[in-house]
């Protein structure tokens, strides 16, 4: 690490301010690194201000498990020291459960996470009635994850950058690196930064520079409304959700909606492959709509404000790229978050620290390693 910094040399650049170039500058500068941070745009304003902003913990595979379970253990170690616009709420998450055939999966998570100290507590019928009285009836059941929990991410990642200024990071702000490569990052206006190690948090735009990645826009609808307090007291999702997430080919929605703590609810949720194109899909919308009013009838009479695109960066495998850049020494990636960026960007922060501070980190690095191969159906 450099005690005195020359101009424009650091030791840590990284590209992009959503909340995992964020979460990245935090930990970096807490960690006795010198951190440039490089933002065309708004801090948090690319995939992060799309997002439902759901820490949650999933178990697709043992890895996605590790990191979305690491990273929530330490967004619950910030939250005394988040403020107010975060609107952090720990609401928990409720898989509902339509079928008996949802409850043999009620069932399975219930015993996966029980296994793995998360607390969670299944409900038959009834219960989940009292759980969320503006359910449908006739649903056969639930599973309440009570550490997952909902904050505002453009507000997170702010707050993230704010104190990673207050201990030294210069923020460039309005600038775009157009080129990374070994110990240095030029930016669109020709300065070139120096940093031993360059950080690539741009979403979606990895393409740009790094060409031939495994790394796709998947494309998601939301919608707010106006203010429900007490309407919905979790953050609910449908079992079928999974199948929407996994589905890489065709369009799908799921019913998913979040309180927040002004009392407005998110509603989503979709995921489009192959459609870059950022405006409403009305078709989709009215589908999500549908599926949602599906689960939840006293929907229709809530007033939306709001309606917007984001995409999720996508990798085959559904784990993030997080390491070092195959063919780049010295250029990390730290993309491919897809819809969980805003839960594991703490997690993704901390393992490239270790890395650079060539230590173990508290779960294994290398399923998130860039240089694994993916195998395509
Ligand atoms: C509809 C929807 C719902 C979602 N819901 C959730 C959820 O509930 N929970 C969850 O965990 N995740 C969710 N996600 C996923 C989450 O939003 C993303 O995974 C996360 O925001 C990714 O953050 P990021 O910092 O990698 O990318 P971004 O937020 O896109 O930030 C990348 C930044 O890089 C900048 N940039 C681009 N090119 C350059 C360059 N050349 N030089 C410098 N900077 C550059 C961009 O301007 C941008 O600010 C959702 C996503 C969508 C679309």
Redesign the pocket.
């Known amino acids: 690490m450099t005690q005195i910094r020359q101009e424009n040399s650091f030791d840590i650049v990284i ?7 964020a979460s990245c500058a935090a930990e970096f500068v807490r960690n006795g690194f010198e951190v440039a941070i ?5 801090i ?5 201000a ?7 913990v999933m178990d697709d595979s043992p890895a996605q498990f590790a990191l979305t379970s690491y990273s929530q253990s330490l967004w619950r170690d910030l939250v005394p020291e988040l403020p107010q616009d975060v609107e952090y709420l720990p609401c928990g998450s409720l898989w509902v459960a339509a079928d008996e055939m949802e409850m043999d999966e009620v069932r399975r998570k219930y015993g996966y996470y029980t296994q793995r100290n998360l607390p969670v507590e299944m409900l038959d019928e009834k219960s989940l009635a009292e759980a969320e009285p503006n359910l449908r009836s006739g649903l056969a059941g639930g599973l309440v994850l009570k550490n997952d929990s909902v904050v505002y ?1 453009p507000c997170a990642a702010r707050y993230f950058v704010s104190e990673a200024q207050k201990s030294g990071t210069v923020l460039f702000l309005g600038r ?3 080129k990374a490569k070994q110990g240095s990052a030029t930016l669109d206006d020709g300065t070139t930064l120096f940093a031993s190690n360059i950080v690539l ?5 990895i393409g ?2 790094v060409p031939g990645l495994d790394v796709h826009p998947r494309k ?3 919608l707010i409304t106006d203010r429900y307090p007490g309407f919905v007291n979790h953050q609910l999702i449908e079992l079928g959700y999974l199948k929407s997430a996994h589905s890489v080919q065709s369009d799908s929605v799921a019913f998913n909606v979040q309180p927040r703590k002004t009392g407005q609810l998110l509603i ?2 979709s995921r489009q492959y192959g459609n870059e194109d950022p405006v409403i899909d009305d078709t989709v919308m009215s589908k999500m709509l549908r599926r949602a009013i599906g689960y939840m009838p006293a929907l229709r009479s809530v007033s939306a404000i709001r309606g917007w695109t ?4 996508a990798t085959p495998d559904k784990l993030p790229l997080i390491g070092e850049c195959p063919d780049l020494p010295g250029v990390y990636l ?2 491919g ?9 703490l997690a993704t922060a901390k393992l490239l620290c270790d890395l650079f501070l060539n230590r173990d980190s508290a779960i294994p690095r290398d399923p998130y390693s860039p240089s694994r191969t993916f195998a395509h159906a």
Do not use: D, N, W, Y
Request: charged share 10%; aromatic share 2%; net charge neutral.
């Open positions: 590209a992009g301010a959503g909340i995992v170039g490089v933002e065309p745009s708004e948090g304003g690319g995939a992060t799309a997002g439902m902003g759901h820490l949650a991410p775009r690196i157009v948090a741009t979403g979606t735009a740009k520079l998601g609808q939301l989503g949720s984001g995409f999720r960066a730290a993309t978050h897809e819809g969980l960026g805003i839960s594991t960007s």
